[in-house]
């Protein structure tokens, strides 16, 4: 035993000789108290800190004593320092500190993501999920994020809201009031605080709270957002922007574009366009009404001109000197998938609020089936701005932090346009795949962490009523005999609902989300609350 303990002395102490004992137990507690329950859950990997040839007497008799009791044991802390200053009684005090303070650092770093990608279907329920993938492939889980390693649902209501999960299947319109807007929501996500419907990353007193985007930027890392629809919209500005009203849209670009830090934006919202993609005429637009959206006529004269952002350090170099580079044709967005990029980049596609969901249709949008209207050409799709982000982003040694919204499914939801919510949710899904596609290629899941939700379920979807339908017809899942044909399906609202919304995540940190279960829904399972979110992340990055 004596000899044992010698040859670990020896292998350890010479890269601890500088340390003081206390130091090192001290360390060692300020460890596991920060990681608390955490540690717990990776009882079994501790195998990869221990020597192999360790005998079994020490391990059981020591080392095992204190993995047990302190890991795989309670979550009693104070029975855990009790643990160890039993072994330090024993002279095996210093070394079990160093082990567990080297182990409890590498597993933190082990969990710690490079990169993180929220991935946001603004509007997106249970059912706007299915309808997609029973059309498009005639299966309701076959989005590739059916594949990830955790599986959850989230509630989404607003400060002072709630949630309960038996009125929310025994009465049909629990869901109906009480229901959260992209802005209170993204703020949720965006920053892990509830907040008033209507408010961008302040609390409801109207305080300014740091978001994940500002965590990221504090680290160093590059960040971005990306949606199919106008970059000062709620869920992309709750990202960025701190605003008493979402609709102050003026205001929000000139705190997006001229203070912020972030180094990507790409989005639609092009003043000289209309949702055709087809020019407009010059003189008949208006300076306020028509270029709100983009901070204004004078903020967009500095964009194109490539000066707008010039007083913005985004690099963090000391040098207040990045202005955006200004993309807006498809070759544009196309090539950054490849190509040289810049470092700070802000697109604006060609088209007026949404990328596909504005062009023309017959006279009842709600009867069109998926690309019965022919796509707009000359815009690029979510996954090619998916494409084109990552390849900028990734530049940056330290790693990144982006938002990718499909904005518009929430038009569909609203407008209960069945067809193009297939349109919109299969190009989100796309987007979905073409993250997982340069996580394979170009990063790892032990370096990567991916979330994808959604802020708010919109339209209430459910199967047809009919008279065939048993009671509770609402709880039936939607079918199809075969992939291209519409799923029985029908609007139930042509608003937000407070019903749980999907949430799936994989990568480094994924299985910091299920310890944040809430409680349980009858349908949908275990669900965390949509604050859960962001406070991961901030625990991951702190």
Request: hydrophobic residues 40%; proline residues 5%; aromatic residues 8%.
């Amino acid at each position: 035993m004596i000899a044992i303990i010698a040859i670990l002395a020896a292998l350890l102490l010479p890269a601890l000789a500088a340390a003081h004992e206390k130091a090192l137990r001290t360390a060692c507690m300020n460890n596991l108290k920060q990681m608390g329950i955490v540690l717990e859950s990776y009882s079994s990997d501790f195998n990869d800190f221990i020597p192999t040839w360790i005998g079994s007497s020490v391990s059981d008799w020591a080392l095992g004593y204190v993995f047990r009791a302190m890991i795989a044991g309670g979550r009693d802390l104070n029975e855990r320092e009790k643990t160890l200053k039993t072994c330090t009684r024993c002279g095996l005090g210093l070394l079990l500190a160093s082990v567990l303070a080297v182990a409890a650092a590498a597993q933190a770093d082990k969990d710690r993501p490079k990169n993180i990608i929220v991935m946001i279907s603004d509007g997106c329920g249970y059912n706007h999920i299915a309808a997609t993938g029973l059309y498009c492939d005639g299966r309701a889980d076959s989005a590739v994020y059916h594949t990830f390693d955790v599986k959850l649902a989230v509630s989404t209501f607003p400060v002072n809201g709630g949630y309960d999960p038996a009125k929310a299947w025994e009465k049909f319109d629990y869901v109906r009031p009480k229901w959260t807007d992209s802005a209170a929501a993204a703020t949720a996500l965006a920053t892990g605080v509830k907040t008033t419907n209507g408010i961008l990353g302040m609390n409801r007193a109207f305080e300014p709270v740091p978001n994940v985007v500002e965590c990221a930027e504090k680290l160093g890392k590059a960040t971005g957002v990306v949606t199919s629809v106008i970059f000062s919209h709620a869920t992309p500005a709750g990202f960025v922007a701190h605003k008493r009203g979402r609709g102050d849209y003026i205001y929000i670009a000139r705190e997006m574009l001229l203070e912020s830090e972030v180094d990507l934006i790409m989005s639609c919202g092009h003043p000289f366009y209309d949702g055709d993609g087809k020019p407009r005429d010059p003189a008949k637009l208006n300076s306020y009404e028509d270029f709100k959206f983009v901070g204004g006529r004078k903020v967009w004269n500095l964009l194109q001109e490539g000066k707008a952002g010039a007083e913005v350090d985004a690099d963090h170099n000391g040098v207040a000197d990045d202005a955006w580079t200004f993309i807006e044709t498809r070759e544009q967005f196309q090539a950054l998938a490849t190509g040289p990029v810049p470092k700070r980049l802000i697109g604006v596609a060609r088209a007026q609020e949404t990328l596909q969901n504005e062009r023309s249709g017959d006279n009842d949008l709600r009867d069109d089936l998926p690309y019965q209207v022919p796509l707009t050409e000359t815009v690029p799709t979510l996954v090619e701005m998916t494409k084109g982000a990552l390849n900028v982003l990734d530049d940056d040694p330290d790693g990144f932090f982006l938002m990718i919204e499909g904005g518009a499914v929430d038009y569909t939801g609203h407008r209960n346009q069945s067809g193009r919510l297939i349109e919109e949710q299969r190009d989100f899904d796309k987007s979905v795949e073409a993250v997982v596609e340069w996580v394979a290629a170009n990063s790892s899941w032990a370096e990567t962490l991916v979330i994808v939700t959604s802020d708010h379920e919109t339209g209430y979807l459910t199967v047809r009523k009919s008279q065939a339908v048993p009671v509770p017809w609402a709880h039936l899942p939607l079918m199809v005999r075969k992939a291209g044909e519409m799923p029985a399906m029908q609007w139930n609202s042509g608003d937000h609902t407070n019903s749980l919304v999907p949430l799936f995540a994989k990568g480094a940190g994924a299985d910091r989300l299920p310890p944040r279960v809430v409680a349980k829904d009858p349908k949908r399972g275990p669900y965390i609350d949509n604050t859960a979110i962001a406070q991961v992340v901030f625990e991951l990055w702190k």
